[in-house]
Structures are given as C-alpha cells and as structure tokens.
C-alpha cells in the first residue's frame, strides 16, 4: 500500500470529478439556456457577455460559437463579448472607472427582452455586478456563471449556475463545459424551431 499523496495532476483531476457530480444536478439550466437563447437570437435580439481574465476568454469563447458556429453549419447570431472592443474598454475605464467598462455598454447595446450572460469564478467583480444592475434595468434577462454559492452576482442575476468548486481551475473548466452545452442546446433549438 503506497503512502504517497497523489500527484498535483491526479490531484486536479479528483477535484474536478468531485465538482462534476453536483454541477450535473443544475446542468439543466444551460439546455433551458440554450433554448431560450435560439428563441431570443432567432427573432432578432442579441447576446451581451462579459468576464474578466480568463473568464473573459470564456465569456468570448460562447459570443464566437453563436456568431461561427459550434458544430453543424447554420446562420450566425447576434453575440458581443463587451470587453473585446478594446478601445470602448479603456475608454470607459479611463472617463467612468472600471466598474462602469460592462454596465456602460449594457447601456448602449441592449434591448428589452436581450439576453446578458456574466461569468465570474469569485462572483464578487464589482464591474459584473455594475453590468447585472444595468441589464436588469435595461429589461434584459441576466444569466451568471459563477464559482460556489452564495455569492454578490449569483444574487443580482435572474438565474445563475454556480459551479461547487474550490479553486479558480476547476470553476474555469466546468464554465467551459456549461458554454458547450449551452451551445449544443441552442444549435438542437434552432434546428427546432427555425428548421436551420
């Protein structure tokens, strides 16, 4: 019998099969996500998402899968990952702060009936909680991906999927998991529902 404690790979791997069991039990959300999605997009509305750091990378990730394609081909739809226009984001950053880089242009591009998505790992970012009250003033459905709950963002979005998970690592991982089903969901809706 070794006495030896995993390795850090075994270690990460067993973290992220533990998160994986209750992130399933909420999962349900990204196919009535992905649904809603195909409705909003497919009759004109848009998707808004921001995150910060490598929840930015996700957050445009799920805007490029929309706006190309995630696997068959099919129209494209109205996705902005808000903090990819570089020079809005310093812009605003520099004149308003960096609280008001998302909510601003939640402002400026969204309608009534839009869909925004936030992803935040703590759930706490002060400019994502600026961007939920904004959208939600603006009448657009805000949807969180979040680390553990409770926390600040899950509290301020119309719905949220947090992810049960004690590093930033495994959060990330499984956001990239949610925006592929969210994906796989939209694309069966459309095929659905506009027969695309």
């Known amino acids: ?29 990204t196919e009535r996500w992905g649904e809603q999605l195909a409705k909003v997009l497919g009759g004109g509305g848009r998707l808004l998402a921001a995150g910060n750091g490598g929840s930015a990378a996700q957050a445009q990730h799920l805007t490029a899968e929309l706006v190309g394609r995630y696997r068959d081909d099919r129209p494209p739809f109205s996705a902005i990952a808000l903090h990819a226009d ?22 400026a591009h969204g309608r009534p009936g839009d869909v925004l998505m936030l992803l935040s790992t703590s759930g706490a970012s002060a400019n994502l909680l600026s961007a939920a009250d904004a959208g939600r003033a603006a009448g657009l459905s805000v949807w969180a991906l979040t680390g553990a709950a409770p926390n600040p963002l899950m509290a301020g979005s119309d719905e949220a999927l947090c992810v049960p998970a004690a590093t930033t690592a ?27």
Request: hydrophobic share 45%; aromatic share 6%; glycine share 4%.
């Open 170 to 196: 495994t959060v990330q991982e499984l956001h990239l998991v949610a925006v592929h089903m969210i994906c796989q969901a939209f694309d069966a809706a459309v095929e659905r529902i506009h027969g695309r």
């Open 1 to 29: 019998m070794s006495t030896h404690a995993p390795s850090p790979v075994a270690a990460h791997c067993d973290e992220l099969l533990d998160a994986l069991g209750p992130f399933r039990e909420r999962s349900y959300l």
């Open 86 to 107: 570089t020079s809005a984001t310093t812009a605003i950053a520099n004149d308003y702060g960096v609280d008001e880089v998302f909510a601003r242009q939640v402002r």
